[in-house]
């Protein structure tokens, strides 16, 4: 059996699969990170509860975190949900399974799922994309996240763009999340028009200075992966994947700043959307 946890900024969500993938059963409750650290755990304990009913055999558990983790791969060193930063949460999980845990950050977990069950399913070397309130990514390898000596394996939101220019909340200035985020894509559209809209409104009808100065960076941001990884595959997801230009626009312009003249890298769309994370926990 596998166990999947994925603690959200809002929800934690916990799966348990069979040895062929299918859900066994599937419980959420929610973060209610506003009450700090120890309610979170209280709340990961509530959900084991839960899911250890269903467990009648051997099984792993992996979970997946709100952001990236330190040197040592066992807590959180940046994330929204801030009471999470710095806490033993690898260690407090584990005194609730009772058994080793392996943990990941959510765009590690994505890249994982899509490999696993989506759309990357059986390609051997595979970078996942998470384009929403952030920037960050993924890689897998054979079947398995590559994490890196560091834990910095696929932090591409946070590799520079455009020196000296948008301020990212990691303390450095040009940094891609800064760019191609969806609160820096509204924030551009304002800047612009003088409009305030969210993004799902902007891209029905976009300014062609916005869209065209998007699709610069994201194709700029994206060649350098390419030119470094040659992936098999790119899968976008969060909220911003939905744009429908990226599939088509997006991947000609990743084409214009590649290495080589032609782009044969399939640039796809996620299958999994919201449930990536706990499956891509599962699979850890």
Avoid at 29 to 47: C, D, F, M, N, R
Avoid at 127 to 135: P, Q
Avoid at 243 to 260: A, K, M, P, S
Wanted: charge should be negative.
């Amino acid at each position: 059996m596998r166990v999947g946890i994925d603690i959200g900024g809002t929800k934690i969500e916990g799966v348990i699969l069979d040895a062929d993938g299918s859900t066994i059963i599937r419980e959420r409750v929610p973060t209610q990170s506003q009450k700090g650290y120890p309610h979170i755990v209280s709340q990961i304990a509530q959900l084991w509860e839960k899911l250890n009913r269903s467990i009648e055999e051997e099984f792993t558990v992996g979970v997946s975190v709100p952001g990236p983790l330190d040197h040592t791969g066992r807590r959180m060193k940046k994330s929204n949900t801030f009471c999470l930063i710095n806490q033993p949460i690898q260690d407090d999980i584990e005194a609730i399974v009772r058994v080793p845990i392996t943990m990941d950050n959510d765009a590690n977990c994505f890249a994982q799922a899509e490999t696993s069950l989506g759309a990357a399913k059986g390609e051997n070397m595979v970078f996942g994309v998470i384009m929403g309130t952030g920037v960050g990514g993924g890689i897998c390898i054979h079947g398995k996240v590559h994490k890196g000596h560091q834990y910095l394996a696929g932090e591409w939101g946070h590799s520079l763009l455009h020196p000296g220019g948008n301020s990212c909340y990691c303390g450095k200035s040009g940094c891609v999340e800064s760019y191609i985020s969806g609160p820096s894509l509204e924030r551009r559209f304002t800047e612009l028009t003088g409009e305030v809209k969210p993004l799902k409104e902007i891209i029905k009808n976009p300014p062609q200075d916005w869209k065209e100065e998007f699709l610069t960076n994201f194709g700029m941001a994206l060649s350098n992966i390419v030119n470094i990884l040659d992936p098999d595959i790119i899968v976008l997801g969060g909220g911003v994947s939905n744009i429908e230009f990226l599939y088509t626009e997006g991947h000609q312009y990743v084409e214009r700043y590649c290495f080589d003249d032609t782009l044969d890298t399939p640039i796809v769309k996620n299958k999994l959307g919201d449930s990536a994370g706990v499956f891509g926990a599962a699979y850890l």
